[in-house]
């Protein structure tokens, strides 16, 4: 990846795959700068792509920068409104400030945009629990099961 980096600097992708390596590798320090750099560049393109900000977003939300991870989530929907997976991390700064509202509408957004996202099922599952409508949330926490269970079988099928 530093090799393509080289090659073509504005090559984003190159950026995500090498920080989403080094996050596997337990390196948080050297991603956080790669996604930070990949950020940089992928805000001067002339179609900048959602998961840059998202991936960052990430790592500083890992970091408990609520505030700084937000921005970075509100980024990702700026570049595309239909991201499920920037929905359901701002639904998921907002649960940590205790905006179980709004938290609710992002999971919803989220599951909205991508039906299969199991992890806004959850947080929908919890929310409902936590509001008391239980209901709902046997609902949402059973497609999160169905979802999860697909998941295994498909990983299984592979090995």
Known sequence: FR???RIDPNFVRAYEELGRLQEEMGRL?????????????NRRLSVPWEWSPLDLGVVVLKEDNV?????????????NPRFAWGHFYLGQVFYKQCL?????????????DDPLLGQAW?????????????????????IFKKLEDQQNAAKRKKN
């Open 3 to 5: 090799r393509a980096i």
């Open 29 to 41: 320090g050297e991603a956080r700068k790669t996604y930070v750099t990949g950020a940089e560049v």
């Open 67 to 79: 505030a700084e991870a937000e921005k970075l989530f509100r980024e990702a929907l700026r570049y």
């Open 100 to 112: 179980e509202g709004e938290a609710m509408n992002e999971y919803k957004a989220s599951v909205v």
């Open 122 to 142: 959850l947080g929908l599952g919890r929310g409902f629990k936590r509001q008391g409508d239980e209901l709902e949330a046997d609902r949402a926490l059973a």
